[in-house]
């Protein structure tokens, strides 16, 4: 009789197979078909595939909860990010998944709506399912409580976007990142450029973007980059930037903190009674992908959220696994969209 006719007749006898059984019809150890759920990287391509089909034509699932009682492990990590309403921090969860799915991890999330008040919170409501480590997007590294809550109870954890000496990270260069973007516009005419974001207390990226932004227009000799605060990191103020647009020394260039923040402000603009570019260049940050197919095409720097989460995590990994905390940079380019053109005379 087959291997796979003992599993039938196994099955005919109860609801599912046992780990035992499949680990007997695949000729390996039950540690091994533990391996290709929880640590598939270690187990050679050819033996995964065997279980994985025998697993497939018996419906196999394992039992991660039992699992998990018995080795203290429960193969899931937390991460916390202020929205998923940004593509970028979707992008930031799919590629932190993908990466803990190579092995054998699962991704528990939340957010905190840019709200300092709510990262301790949140972060506590994942503790709270024994995750084996953290990823996380905060306000402020440098005076981050959780951060320290975290540290003390010896919990393995990444920022991701963030930039810190002190904390391991995975983020792009924001301040050079900016400079470039400064840079750009100033070769296309543009001498006063204006930096919009939401309060710089909910976001450290603004406040390393509007700084880079800041010290390139220095170095390049233009009037001082001015900044606009809006009431969110997403939605413009319509009031201030009406009395933006009627100042006698207005902007050629607004920077926007955010690809978000950056189409709201082109749909003000509109408004207004104002078209972009031929009246007013305006440049994001963070490369949304929809952004290409905007008309025109919107203006950014790519920070590529599906690296930065793949990179978040793998670092992650490395920390539990060894112990070894380190940080992470991820590349950036950037976009030469229609949003941004040579300034008229």
Do not use: W
């Amino acid at each position: 009789m087959t291997n796979g006719a003992n599993l039938n007749r196994a099955r005919s006898q109860k609801s599912q197979v046992s780990i035992l059984e499949i680990a007997q019809a695949a000729g390996v150890s039950p540690a091994t078909v533990s391996r290709v759920f929880n640590r598939p990287a270690l187990v050679r391509e050819e033996t995964r595939e065997r279980v994985l089909a025998i697993v497939a034509e018996h419906g196999f699932r394992p039992n991660r909860l039992g699992s998990s009682l018995r080795s203290g492990n429960t193969r899931t990590l937390g991460l916390v990010l202020p929205t998923l309403s940004n593509p970028v921090f979707a992008d930031c969860f799919e590629g932190a998944e993908a990466r803990a799915a190579e092995s054998g991890y699962s991704i528990m999330t939340t957010v905190t709506h840019y709200d300092p008040g709510l990262e301790a919170a949140a972060v506590h409501r994942l503790i709270d399912h024994r995750l084996e480590g953290l990823i996380l997007t905060v306000a402020n590294p440098n005076n981050s409580p959780i951060l320290k809550t975290l540290k003390k109870r010896g919990m393995p954890y990444v920022l991701a976007y963030n930039e810190s000496s002190s904390h391991p990270c995975a983020a792009v260069d924001n301040r050079r990142a900016a400079a470039d973007m400064v840079t750009h516009l100033a070769r296309l005419g543009h001498r006063q450029i204006a930096f919009l974001s939401g309060p710089l207390a909910l976001s450290d990226r603004a406040r390393s973007r509007l700084a880079g932004a800041r010290q390139q227009g220095r170095a390049l000799g233009l009037p001082p980059v001015s900044h606009l605060v809006t009431p969110s990191h997403t939605q413009p103020d319509r009031a201030a930037l009406r009395r933006l647009m009627a100042a006698s020394n207005r902007p050629s260039a607004l920077f926007c903190s955010n690809d978000m923040l950056a189409t709201a402000v082109i749909g003000e603009l509109k408004a207004l009674g104002l078209c972009v570019p031929a009246d007013m260049s305006v440049a994001g940050f963070d490369g949304i992908r929809y952004g290409a197919y905007m008309s025109p095409s919107l203006a950014s720097v790519e920070a590529q959220g599906y690296e930065i989460g793949r990179t978040a995590c793998s670092l992650l990994l490395v920390q539990i696994d060894n112990g070894v905390s380190r940080s992470g940079q991820v590349p950036y380019r950037l976009i030469d969209g229609g949003s941004a053109a040579a300034k008229r005379s």
